[in-house]
């Protein structure tokens, strides 16, 4: 109600040119803290409802131009050091390639006034998750920019990703967004949208009803099994930074002061009672002459610990760059076997690194049914599914992050936790560790930035849950697809019967006429 005294008010003291301007250049404001680097979640809420007005003010062509110009110019300031793209590229994909989600606004506008009542609202939420659900496919992107994230502080709200997947939260904010906007231009009559507004509160309150009982409803007794996520330390860090990703340096300059640290932390995780191991992305950055000594010395390790230990090496060939470098996780049991080892799926564009098999693999353990991923594979709602499918209970998706990109990435990773009902492990170089339940809510955390620890611990509850998501897959984002083909189909038989009927008899031919 608030919302719309305030915009009413608006209404009745501005002059009436300057009215489509003032809404364009506050929803520019909010965009800026919608999504980013500096997200206000109630700010990705409102933002498109002022776009929306505005664009529904003016000629289609000259709207979405000047739209296109603000939401590029601030999709440009939000996303800098967070999407790792050079130079040139950059200001490309963002202000060009990210602004592809302006065609949910150009459906909304074209098609918004052909269809009555408050069906119309629908047009902008499905164009909306449309374009998200297929931008995800394409490798260098994912599901990264997609407004669900920017709720990850809301877990009722972000329970529903166990049922629609992400898909179903990007729908309900656009949702709020075309709801808003349709009671705006019935000048919030109480007559004109009481049913409307209805319909949306109802559905609303019940993913808020559904995300609280889920929250509360959690199975007691659930056995835990201690778990510790090792990560380099700092001054590692920066020494391995400076060997670029792209050149060949790190087979020249290695020295085995990390290794040797991150066995010693390993040991003293292990005496501290701690059954799982994991380090950070690329622990390890080592020449591929050298893997098979590590590994071995890291197996003595697990059986004298009897522990589980999962192994992440940056592992170089001799004639690297000829053949890339292999960025993997190597499990190996309490004996010191080897029982898997897991190559990254999806790379990020500037890695110089060979791509995995596509498969998320679970591992059955005597501490549950665990499956690996590093890093940008959790973008990929798609490919980490397949862990929810094998019915996993623990997700282990270890990271090697920048200080931007902390803490969204991790956020993105407690997603796929819930869409997939599993707990998760995440050490993060250079970003957010963090440990959470089945339900994303967090049991550990260590940031990078502001801890000098090397070790975080946690009581991983072990404790798989089934969701819809994990048996359907993408379901709600291809019921949005059929849904916007049968409604535009309509707009087009609709829009055809009209004009036939405009037609003088004698423009017909005889048989029609």
Not at 128 to 136: A, D, H, L, R
Not at 227 to 256: F, M
Not at 455 to 467: D, H, K, L, Q, R
Request: charged share 15%; net charge positive.
């Amino acid at each position: 109600m608030s919302f719309a005294v305030f915009i009413t008010t608006k209404n009745s003291t501005m002059k009436p040119g300057m009215k489509p301007f003032a809404w364009l250049g506050l929803g520019t404001l909010l965009m800026i803290f919608s999504n980013g680097r500096w997200i206000i979640p109630l700010a990705t809420w409102l933002y498109p409802v002022f776009f929306l007005r505005f664009l529904h003010s003016q000629k289609t062509a000259r709207g979405l131009w000047l739209l296109w110009i603000c939401s590029a110019l601030v999709s440009i300031f939000i996303w800098r050091k967070m999407i790792p793209a050079p130079g040139v590229a950059y200001y490309f994909l963002t202000g060009v390639a990210l602004q592809i989600v302006l065609g949910a606004y150009l459906a909304d506008r074209l098609l918004f006034k052909k269809l009555k009542g408050f069906t119309s609202t629908l047009i902008f939420p499905l164009a909306y998750c449309i374009i998200e659900y297929v931008s995800t496919f394409i490798p260098s992107k994912g599901s990264w920019v997609s407004l669900a994230y920017t709720q990850t502080g809301n877990l009722p709200i972000m329970q529903l990703a166990s049922v629609t997947g992400i898909w179903g939260i990007t729908f309900l904010i656009t949702w709020f967004a075309s709801v808003m906007t349709w009671m705006w231009e019935r000048a919030f009559q109480r007559t004109s949208i009481f049913r409307g507004a209805l319909w949306y509160l109802g559905i609303f309150f019940g993913v808020l009803l559904y995300g609280t009982l889920r929250l509360h409803f959690t199975p007691d007794g659930v056995r835990s099994v201690m778990i510790a996520s090792v990560v380099q330390e700092r001054a590692q860090k920066a020494k391995l930074s400076s060997c670029h990703w792209t050149d060949a340096r790190g087979v020249g300059q290695y020295s085995p002061q990390v290794e040797e640290n991150l066995l010693e932390k390993t040991r003293m995780a292990a005496n501290a009672g701690a059954k799982i191991i994991l380090w950070q992305e690329a622990a390890s950055w080592l020449p591929k002459r050298e893997e098979e000594k590590f590994v071995s010395q890291a197996a003595n390790l697990a059986r004298e610990k009897k522990i589980w230990l999962l192994m992440t090496l940056w592992s170089i060939p001799e004639d690297y760059p000829k053949q890339l470098v292999e960025n993997k996780i190597v499990i190996l049991n309490p004996e010191g076997q080897e029982q898997l080892t897991y190559i990254k799926n999806k790379p990020v564009a500037v890695e110089p690194i060979i791509k995995g098999n596509g498969k998320i693999p679970v591992l059955q353990t005597p501490y549950g049914r665990i499956a690996p991923a590093i890093c940008f594979d959790d973008a990929f709602p798609f490919l980490i599914r397949q862990s929810g499918m094998n019915g996993a209970d623990i997700l282990f998706i270890p990271a090697n992050d920048w200080k931007e990109i902390d803490p969204i990435h991790t956020e993105m990773a407690i997603v796929r936790a819930i869409e997939n009902g599993a707990a998760l492990v995440r050490p993060a170089g250079s970003g957010l560790s963090a440990v959470t339940d089945n339900r994303g809510r967090k049991i550990s955390a260590m940031d990078f930035f502001r801890s000098e620890q090397q070790i975080m611990y946690a009581e991983v509850p072990v404790a798989g849950s089934s969701t819809l998501y994990a048996l359907w897959g993408d379901w709600f984002a291809l019921g949005c697809v059929a849904v916007f083909c049968v409604i535009l189909s309509r707009v087009i038989i609709s829009g055809m019967g009209t004009r036939n009927k405009k037609l003088p008899a004698e423009s017909l031919s005889p048989d029609i006429a």
